[in-house]
Every structure is written in structure tokens, then in C-alpha cells.
């Protein structure tokens, strides 16, 4: 399994170099102004309030929710060697971006299901057990372990949600389902791609982040400042880790969903459950309702 994820990841990391690497610069520093406008504000100690709680809500949509679709954008027109100028990625981006964030939802709670449930196990021990001495480092380890364990496994499964919704054009419910079903059929080739070639970037900006923070430790002001601003701090490295996650997950779709379409063809279709499809059914009436406001018939559900 590790030899095939190291393969298959290092394949679409390199094929990174292939594509308009000027176009993602581009966008990363584009999307970079949000979150340090985020830092900057956050840094001048600002009073509480709506105002503030509102600004940062619209920074953290435009510079950590909205660009992954923009990013698909791109990497879509450079796979097919197609340039085309920014502004027609970030509207392109912006049509499909209801149906992206009606999957993320989905992904989402796939996530924090079980996250959530070793969150509240962790908490659990921390409050009402806990041990002592070597037995409690232990303890405390493999729930550290386990969670960093949980997150890879899901998020390895739920990779490619967002790009059979937008690439592979399935509704955000059976794009979830179809990615966990995918996911799981070629989990090392998917954990190989989402953790090859984001390792390079993240590992550096990880040091750089915890390198700023044991800087600033021993100041209580200049502490506090770093951890206000961390959610900010995230959400530009990930516009930065971006490039290479997104090329290489939509070299992972070329790849595998054809496959997966032949096998179907073949096989016929994996049953629909009747929650997923009570969920497509419901996808549908924010559709209906902008039809009904645009006077227009539109392509959905989402």
C-alpha cells in the first residue's frame, strides 16, 4: 500500500510541473489577501463586536471557502492545456460554487462525525479519567494518534467529492457518496495523492508556524496575538498548499473515475440509499426557487 500511495502521488506531484504554474501563483496570491488582511486586523487589537465578527466571516469566505473551486478552475483549463485569463476561472468557479459548498456540507459531517466522536472521547479522558505517569503520556498519545489517523482515513475517502460534483457533474449528495465509495475501492492511490504532494509545502510552513510561535511564547500579548490570528495564519497555508493538492486530485479523477464509469457500465450502478436520495430530492428546491427568480431554467440539483 505504501509503495503504491508513494507512486501514485509523486506521479501527479511532478505532473504539477506540466500545467501554467504562473496562473496558480496568481491565484494564491489573490486569495492570500484575505486572510492577511484577517492577520493585520486581528494584530491591531480590535473591539469586540458584530462588526468585527462580520468582517472576518467575509474574509474567511473569500480567502479559505470560496478559492478551492477556483482552483479547480484552473487546473481544469491547464490539464486540458487550455490558458485562459484569471477572471474567466474565478467565474466559472463562482457558477459551480453552490454545488461545491452543498457538498462540502455533506463531506463535512462525514468528517466530524467520527472526529467528532474521538474529540469527545478525548475530552472525556482529560475530564473524568484520567491516569497518571507513564500510563496517562500513553494514553494521551494514542488518542493523539488516533485522531491524526481518523482525519487521513475520512479525508482520504471524501477526496474527490468536490470534483465529481464539479468536474464529473453529480449532484453534491451523490458526489459524497460516490467519492466514499471510490475513495474506498482505490484508498491507497487517493491517500498517495492527498499526502505526497502536499508533504513538501505543508511540512516548511508547519515548521515556520511553530518556529513563530515558540518565538513568541514567553510574551503573553504577542502569544495571545498569534492564536487569534491562527485561524488566519491556516487559511493561508492552505491557499498556498492549493496548487499541488488540487492538480494532483484532478489527475486522480482523470485517472480513476473513467474506471469507475466503465466498471459501472459493466457492473451495473451501485444502489442509490433512500436517505441520499431523499437528499437529492431536497437539493432541488433552491434550484427551483432561483428558477423561479431568474425566470430562467437552470442545471441541478446542487
Same mark, same amino acid.
Given at each position: 500500500?505504501?509503495?503504491?500511495?508513494? *507512486?501514485?502521488?509523486?506521479?501527479?506531484?511532478?505532473?504539477?510541473?506540466?500545467?501554467?504554474?504562473?496562473?496558480?501563483?496568481?491565484?494564491?496570491?489573490?486569495?492570500?489577501?484575505?486572510?492577511?488582511?484577517?492577520?493585520?486586523?486581528?494584530?491591531?487589537?480590535?473591539?469586540?463586536?458584530?462588526?468585527?465578527?462580520?468582517?472576518?466571516?467575509?474574509?474567511?469566505?473569500?480567502?479559505?471557502?470560496?478559492?478551492?473551486?477556483?482552483?479547480?478552475?484552473?487546473?481544469?483549463?491547464?490539464?486540458? *492545456?487550455?490558458?485562459?485569463?484569471?477572471?474567466?476561472?474565478?467565474?466559472?468557479?463562482?457558477?459551480?460554487?453552490?454545488?461545491?459548498?452543498?457538498?462540502?456540507?455533506?463531506?463535512?459531517?462525514?468528517?466530524?462525525?467520527?472526529?467528532?466522536?474521538?474529540?469527545?472521547?478525548?475530552?472525556?479522558?482529560?475530564?473524568?479519567?484520567?491516569?497518571?505517569?507513564?500510563?496517562?503520556?500513553?494514553?494521551?498519545?494514542?488518542?493523539?494518534?488516533?485522531?491524526?489517523?481518523?482525519?487521513?482515513?475520512?479525508?482520504?475517502?471524501?477526496?474527490?467529492?468536490?470534483?465529481?460534483?464539479?468536474?464529473?457533474?453529480?449532484?453534491?449528495?451523490?458526489?459524497?457518496?460516490?467519492?466514499?465509495?471510490?475513495?474506498?475501492?482505490?484508498?491507497?492511490?487517493?491517500?498517495?495523492?492527498?499526502?505526497?504532494?502536499?508533504?513538501?509545502?505543508?511540512?516548511?510552513?508547519?515548521?515556520?508556524?511553530?518556529?513563530?510561535?515558540?518565538?513568541?511564547?514567553?510574551?503573553?500579548?504577542?502569544?495571545? %496575538?498569534?492564536?487569534? %490570528?491562527?485561524?488566519?495564519?491556516?487559511?493561508?497555508?492552505?491557499?498556498?498548499?492549493?496548487?499541488?493538492?488540487?492538480?494532483?486530485?484532478?489527475?486522480?479523477?482523470?485517472?480513476?473515475?473513467?474506471?469507475?464509469? *466503465?466498471?459501472?457500465?459493466?457492473?451495473?450502478?451501485?444502489?442509490?440509499?433512500?436517505?441520499? *436520495?431523499?437528499?437529492? %430530492?431536497?437539493?432541488?428546491?433552491?434550484?427551483?426557487?432561483?428558477?423561479?427568480?431568474?425566470?430562467?431554467?437552470?442545471?441541478?440539483?446542487?
Amino acid at each position: 500500500m505504501a509503495g503504491t500511495a508513494w *507512486r501514485t502521488g509523486g506521479h501527479y506531484r511532478r505532473a504539477v510541473l506540466a500545467y501554467t504554474p504562473w496562473t496558480y501563483v496568481a491565484l494564491v496570491l489573490l486569495f492570500s489577501v484575505p486572510p492577511v488582511a484577517a492577520i493585520v486586523i486581528l494584530a491591531s487589537h480590535p473591539p469586540e463586536g458584530l462588526g468585527l465578527a462580520l468582517t472576518l466571516a467575509v474574509l474567511n469566505f473569500f480567502g479559505t471557502i470560496a478559492p478551492p473551486v477556483m482552483f479547480m478552475m484552473a487546473v481544469a483549463a491547464g490539464y486540458h *492545456r487550455e490558458r485562459r485569463p484569471i477572471v474567466v476561472h474565478l467565474w466559472h468557479g463562482a457558477t459551480w460554487l453552490p454545488r461545491y459548498l452543498w457538498t462540502n456540507l455533506h463531506t463535512s459531517v462525514i468528517f466530524w462525525a467520527p472526529m467528532g466522536s474521538v474529540v469527545l472521547l478525548f475530552r472525556w479522558y482529560l475530564e473524568e479519567v484520567r491516569l497518571s505517569g507513564p500510563a496517562d503520556a500513553a494514553v494521551v498519545a494514542a488518542l493523539y494518534a488516533g485522531s491524526i489517523v481518523v482525519g487521513l482515513y475520512v479525508h482520504a475517502r471524501t477526496l474527490l467529492a468536490p470534483f465529481l460534483a464539479v468536474h464529473g457533474n453529480l449532484p453534491g449528495t451523490l458526489a459524497a457518496l460516490g467519492a466514499w465509495r471510490l475513495g474506498g475501492r482505490y484508498f491507497p492511490q487517493g491517500f498517495g495523492t492527498m499526502v505526497v504532494p502536499a508533504g513538501p509545502v505543508v511540512l516548511p510552513i508547519a515548521g515556520i508556524i511553530v518556529g513563530v510561535y515558540l518565538a513568541l511564547r514567553d510574551s503573553p500579548d504577542a502569544s495571545g %496575538t498569534f492564536f487569534a %490570528t491562527l485561524p488566519a495564519q491556516m487559511g493561508l497555508a492552505l491557499n498556498i498548499v492549493r496548487p499541488v493538492v488540487v492538480t494532483a486530485t484532478y489527475g486522480f479523477f482523470q485517472d480513476y473515475w473513467p474506471r469507475e464509469l *466503465r466498471r459501472r457500465a459493466a457492473d451495473g450502478t451501485p444502489p442509490t440509499p433512500w436517505p441520499a *436520495r431523499a437528499l437529492v %430530492t431536497v437539493s432541488w428546491w433552491p434550484v427551483r426557487a432561483a428558477e423561479w427568480l431568474l425566470r430562467r431554467p437552470l442545471p441541478g440539483p446542487l
